[in-house]
T-cell receptor
Framework: GQQLNQSPQSMFIQEGEDVSMNCTSS?????WLWYKQDPGEGPVLLIA?????ELTSNGRLTAQFGITRKDSFLNISASIPSDVGIYFC??????????????FGKGTHLIIQP | DAGITQSPRYKITETGRQVTLMCHQT?????MFWYRQDLGHGLRLIYY???????DKGEVPDGYVVSRSKTENFPLTLESATRSQTSVYFC?????????FGSGTQLSVL
């Protein structure tokens, strides 16, 4: 099946810094999703992208659907302590409720140093 | 409050015992899913269901059984638990575009 390469695996940053992470795939996706998981909780959807080249913001978060449809980027500006967690990308082939072809990256652990 | 709930939150069991993890959603979503999350593997799909009485295997179905007699419930059963099934299990439902996850069940098999 498809594989997503998510990088970096972990990030140690100072509060106030900007953060960038990305996912790449050898396959084309029709939808890219970005999730955040807080410790002890399930992943929560942050941003959904549906068109190649699309750039979408959600507060301090900005995500882009790559032109080639094989990658996506998530940026967090001016990080704050509550940004700590694991960020997952997910690529989806079809529109069958997520059943067909939803593939997750292995996550980026974001740690903010005081 | 509408949403997706999992129970129990934590479970400790012994090798060979049968364990059932419960999942309930109030959105009337057609699709429901079970994932397991392990260090180094991320989220892996165990089973999913497109509607009541319709279930399909995911990436790692061995050792698990699911049923979907009602749209809102999607229980996951480990028929004879093994240590390798120690994991955090997440249930999710979908509105055909996005997945919504429960808070997870942390299962330890001793």
């Amino acid at each position: 099946g498809q594989q997503l390469n998510q990088s970096p695996q972990s990030m140690f940053i100072q509060e106030g810094e900007d953060v960038s992470m990305n996912c790449t795939s050898s396959s084309i996706f029709n939808t890219w999703l970005w999730y955040k998981q807080d410790p002890g909780e399930g992943p929560v959807l942050l941003i959904a992208l549906y068109k190649a080249g699309e750039l979408t913001s959600n507060g301090r978060l900005t995500a882009q659907f790559g032109i080639t449809r094989k990658d996506s980027f998530l940026n967090i500006s001016a990080s704050i302590p509550s940004d700590v967690g694991i960020y997952f990308c997910a690529g989806q082939l079809g529109s069958g409720g997520g059943a067909d072809g939803l593939t997750f990256g292995k996550g980026t652990h974001l740690i903010i140093q005081p | 409050d509408a949403g997706i709930t999992q129970s129990p939150r934590y479970k400790i069991t012994e090798t060979g015992r049968q364990v059932t993890l419960m999942c309930h959603q109030t959105w009337s979503h057609s699709y429901m899913f079970w994932y397991r999350q392990d260090l180094g593997h991320g989220l892996r799909l165990i089973y999913y269901s497109a509607a009541a009485d319709i279930t399909d295997k995911g990436e790692v179905p061995d050792g698990y059984v699911v049923s979907r007699s009602k749209t809102e419930n999607f229980p996951l059963t480990l028929e004879s638990a093994t240590r390798s099934q120690t994991s955090v299990y997440f249930c999710a439902s979908s509105d055909h575009e996005k997945l919504f996850f429960g808070s997870g069940t942390q299962l330890s098999v001793l």
